[in-house]
């Protein structure tokens, strides 16, 4: 592959960042990817978004953004390019989609899932709202565009509560996140019930419930254990612990901070302890450490998110020269979706 004008900076840069971490020529590898990635995007009047879980030699070299959920979706929301190439998951371009109808947008992976969105259907929402009507729905961002569509505004783990806090309604329906949802209800003081683990036909004390919750969970923020805080304050005693919202209300109890993936970074950043251990996907601690060599940075790193490592420099070349994936919503699913992303997007903007 003959290098691009962009190469030299572009690899100055990745020995910088990386250049203890992994040898030359895997930094000229990935060197070039990413001078192709920009020289083709540039040629196809692309933007290219990148989620704080991408791992540090695509995350650092490719994207006009980086970001967490809300602030990608935000991002996506202002683009003037005609093309999005989502280095995320499937959900997230799908938002992407959802308020740029016009745009096209392209997932590089066809297999970038997610265990959270795939936990719940339209038709379980639908039978929420059954058996529960007139109780407004609060969707999780981490969920598909049929899912958006049955519910009266999205929330991302930035903006959860601020969002549920916006509806001024007795009770509302938090969808699916099990463990933000308990997270929430601690952060708001209400109490909450999870209908999908009552038997159907058996009463339900709706009076006294201000929150009402579904069973899912990310497959990575549930590994993590309080056991696992306790072991590695044992061995580094001054560790700040960060725990994603995903996490379990004992881990999110246990750790000193806990927030967005962008709350986390930031937070970092303005910090300054011996070391931290971030309890979410560990290519972010590797992001951090890249981008602030004077940090230092623990993981637990045997927990990764199989859906978002899908996304590599390769796939996202082959994305831009091949013109896939094309994330599709139908119309009628999409407008609705839209209602209830613009409602998040404009609760965020009031913050
Ligand atoms: S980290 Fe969890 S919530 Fe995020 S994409 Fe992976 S499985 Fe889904």
């Not at 569509?149 to 699916?176: G, K, Q, R, Y």
């Not at 009463?203 to 009402?212: C, E, G, I, K, N």
């Not at 993590?224 to 612990?241: C, G, N």
Request: hydrophobic share 40%; glycine share 4%; aromatic share 6%.
């Amino acid at each position: 592959m003959p290098e691009s004008p962009r190469f030299d900076e572009i690899y100055a840069k990745l020995r910088r960042m990386l250049g203890g971490h992994a040898p030359d020529a895997e930094l000229r590898y990935k060197a070039e990817l990413a001078s192709h990635i920009l020289q083709l995007k540039r040629e196809k009047d692309a933007v290219i978004l990148g989620h704080n879980y991408m791992e540090p030699a695509l995350y650092h070299t490719i994207p006009d953004y980086v970001g967490d959920s809300l602030e990608l979706s935000r991002k996506a929301a202002t683009t003037d390019k005609g093309t999005i190439v989502f280095c995320g998951v499937r959900f997230m371009a799908e938002t992407a989609k959802i308020i740029n109808p016009q745009k096209t947008v392209l997932l590089p992976s066809e297999k970038a899932g997610c265990s959270l969105a795939a936990s719940i259907t339209a038709e379980d929402v639908r039978a929420l709202k059954r058996r529960f009507p007139g109780v407004p729905v609060v969707t999780y961002v981490n969920t598909y565009a049929d899912v958006k569509a049955e519910s009266d505004i999205c929330c991302t783990s930035s903006n959860a509560a601020a969002v549920v806090e916006s509806l001024n309604a007795p009770t509302v329906i938090f969808l699916p996140d099990e463990y933000l949802a308990r997270n929430v209800a601690q952060a708001t003081g209400k109490r909450i019930l999870f209908p999908s683990l009552v038997a159907t036909g058996e009463a339900l004390p709706l009076d006294t419930v201000q929150l009402l919750g579904w069973h899912g969970r990310c497959e990575v923020h549930e590994k993590f254990a309080v056991e696992d805080i306790v072991a590695i304050r044992q061995e580094y005693p001054e560790v700040v612990v960060l725990a994603h919202p995903e996490c379990s209300p004992e881990v999110v109890e246990a750790a000193d901070f806990s927030g967005s993936t962008s709350a986390m970074i930031e937070y970092v950043q303005q910090t300054s302890a011996p070391r931290y251990l971030l309890l979410t996907e560990c290519a972010m601690g590797d992001n951090i450490a890249a981008a602030n060599p004077q940090k230092e940075m623990l993981g637990l790193c045997s927990v990764r998110c199989p859906h978002m490592n899908q996304i590599t420099l390769e796939d996202t070349l082959a994305s831009l020269e091949h013109g896939r994936y094309v994330i599709d919503v139908p119309e009628e699913v999409r407008v609705r979706a839209a209602q209830a992303v613009e409602r998040m997007l404009a609760v965020g903007q009031k913050d």
